[in-house]
């Protein structure tokens, strides 16, 4: 999926000549105002799970019982690759930050721009309800800024592709994880604004969102009208499986019900009483691609669509809990062992952790394992007693030391 820059800055004359039927055909559409605005790629990496998303998609908008996705309660950990050419200007950090609040203001239905939504649609205004975040623990278990930064060649700029960008070696930067984190690559693109891979639509290690700098974030380089980190969240809605409104005009299927086909897409700033095709256009939905500002909206059935393909598609990222605090997870002082010494049992007692269950493991004194399992928070746990001896509980933590509490057996 792919976001046009509608003014093309930085070509050489070769390369003007050199790409020059291509360049007529785009120009032609920037002179008329009518770009078409995301080519759709042509890779398909997994049809049968694709196809089995789509049936996933479709049971789970039917039956709402397992909608249980609420308000703010999903996290998803993101590690943002900013990957700048050597003559390019620094991407800042608080850049980044502004696109993460931007999406979680657009997710969360906490955006002040309802009023560009036609009334007629008010009802269908949907939650997504997905938290974003960086990540804050890296993929080897390592404290993370969530932010990665690499000096790359002038000559490489994306086109969608490429696989330079995918690749550390080639002057890019390889992915984290794409089943546990949301990949953002910020770097500099050809034509295109932005890029995103639908589920199972790319092998995993292309897998995420490619941004060009001035259209990432809020304030920085981000140039307005696309200033309001709305293009991301666009981008976002594709990683997540939303189609476009306008793909294939009247004959087009986005897949959800309850947005109206439209024949094309809008640039600009449409007036909200927009129609096409027989129909009312719901202009400030994301998955068009109007002016920052002039975009205010997914549907409830976008926001389920997204939901389903989180779950099925998606789900390592809600899994990772790459987003904790980098604090102690659980401390020595929450976990009591007693009695002891023990004779018979033993009580493992556990006060408040962030972990809803803490891995624990024990030790006899010669440092073989004798048992395993789980603790949780705000309980107690009775044990039956080894042999005499000392034997030592080691309790995981997640980004700190285990916690080791010694316990003597003496019956
Ligand atoms: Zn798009």
Known sequence: MFQPITYPSFFNKKLFILLFPLLLNIGQLIGQNNIKNCFTSTTNFNPALQEELEIFTKNYINNPNQSAISRGKITIPVVVHIVTQESEVEILDEQVHTQITALNRDYNLENDNLDRIHPAFQDRIGTVGFNFCLA?????????????????????????????????NEGGQTAW???????????????????????????????????????????????????????????????????????????????????????SQYNGCPNIDESSCGSRDITANFMNNSEGECLAMFTRGQAMRMQAALIRARNGLINNNG?????????????????????????????????????????????????????????????????????????LNRSEEPVVKKVVINY
Not at 148 to 153: A, E, N
Not at 242 to 259: M, R
Not at 378 to 387: E, L, M, V
Request: proline letters at 9%; hydrophobic letters at 30%.
């Open 136 to 168: 804050t623990i890296a993929p080897d278990g390592s404290p993370t800024t969530g932010i990665t930064r690499r000096t790359t060649s002038d000559r490489n700029i994306f086109s969608p592709g490429n696989l330079w960008l995918y690749d550390t």
């Open 177 to 263: 994880d794409t089943n546990k984190y949301l990949n953002i690559w910020v770097t500099k693109t050809d034509l295109f604004a932005g890029y995103a891979t639908k589920p199972f639509q790319n092998p995993p290690e292309q897998d995420g969102v490619v941004i060009s700098p001035r259209f990432f974030g809020m304030g920085g380089l981000a140039t307005p009208p696309f200033h309001l980190g709305r293009t991301v969240v666009h981008e976002v809605g594709h990683y997540f499986n939303l189609s476009h409104l306008f793909d294939d005009g009247c004959e087009g299927n986005d897949f959800v019900a309850d947005t109206p086909t439209q024949n």
């Open 323 to 395: 987003c904790e605090p980098n604090l102690p997870t659980v401390l020595g002082d929450e976990i009591k062992v007693y009695p002891n010494p023990a004779s018979y049992y033993f009580i493992i007692e556990v006060g408040n952790s962030t972990l809803e269950q803490i891995p624990y493991f024990i030790y006899n004194s010669k440092g073989a394992k004798v048992a395993e399992g789980l603790v949780t928070p705000n309980s107690t746990q009775h044990f039956p007693t080894y042999r005499n001896g000392i034997y030592f509980i080691q309790f």
